[in-house]
């Protein structure tokens, strides 16, 4: 009978200790599987994840491009065409990033304009009409193009009058610049009454 017992607890702490092992490699298991599918939800998750897009690079100045194919029309359409201003070059002037669009001046021998070059071209057809809000109020612009640029002018002088010479005609383009990315200011407020000195704006006389 002992023997039986000893035999009976030996067979119960072998089986314990096989249940412990088999527990251990279990847990082991799981603890393998369970990292390798992290892992593969982690692959996973980063061939899903939105990837942003490049930001296209800015289009470069296009003052040259500009100034070679108004050269281009000064030295072809517009040759000894009377109204042209001899004392002006063709100049772009104070050119910079105005939302997706280069603005700036435009100076030639027959006239002074603002200027937008839009990064997209549009689909308008030179001539046609449009208007922009800027920082000084809404301006009317033509569609145009000068070479492969698709632009949008808004003149200021045209012809260009004899009494500008080109430091004049520059200046004057500068300004007409600076007045519009100017937004205007405030209106001025009324003078306070005595009323309102004393009892603040707004205040109403007793009834």
């Given amino acids: 009978m002992q023997d039986l017992l000893v035999r009976v607890l030996a067979g119960r702490r072998r089986c314990r200790l096989a249940d412990r092992a088999g ?6 298991a799981g603890a393998l599987a369970l990292s390798g599918l ?3 939800a ?11 897009p490049a930001v296209p690079p800015c289009p470069p100045d ?19 065409v009377p109204i042209l201003n001899p004392q002006l070059p063709v100049a772009a002037i104070g050119l910079r990033r105005l939302g997706p669009a280069w603005f700036g ?8 304009n603002l200027v937008l070059v839009p990064d997209a071209a549009p689909a308008a057809a030179p001539g046609t009409a449009a208007e922009f809000d800027l920082p000084c109020g809404t301006l009317g612009f033509l569609h145009a193009r000068y070479g492969e640029l698709h632009v949008l002018c808004c003149s200021l002088l045209s012809p260009v009058p ?10 004057f383009a500068a300004a007409a610049l600076d ?3 100017t ?10 009454s005595r009323r309102e000195l004393l009892c603040g704006r707004g205040a109403r006389p007793h009834e």
Avoid: K, Q
């Avoid at 982690?42 to 942003?52: F, K, L, S, T």
């Avoid at 937004?183 to 306070?192: G, K, N």
């Fill in 105 to 112: 001046a435009l100076l030639t021998p027959w006239f002074v």
């Fill in 183 to 192: 937004p205007p200011a405030p209106p001025p407020r009324a003078a306070l």
């Fill in 62 to 80: 296009p003052s040259a491009a500009l100034e070679a194919a108004l050269t281009a029309i000064l030295d072809g359409p517009m040759r000894d």
């Fill in 23 to 28: 527990h251990a490699v279990s847990r082991a």
């Fill in 38 to 40: 992290r892992r593969r």
């Fill in 179 to 181: 007045a519009v990315l």
């Fill in 162 to 171: 004899p009494l500008y010479d080109e430091a004049g005609a520059r200046l």
């Fill in 42 to 52: 982690r692959a996973v998750h980063d061939r899903r994840r939105p990837v942003n």
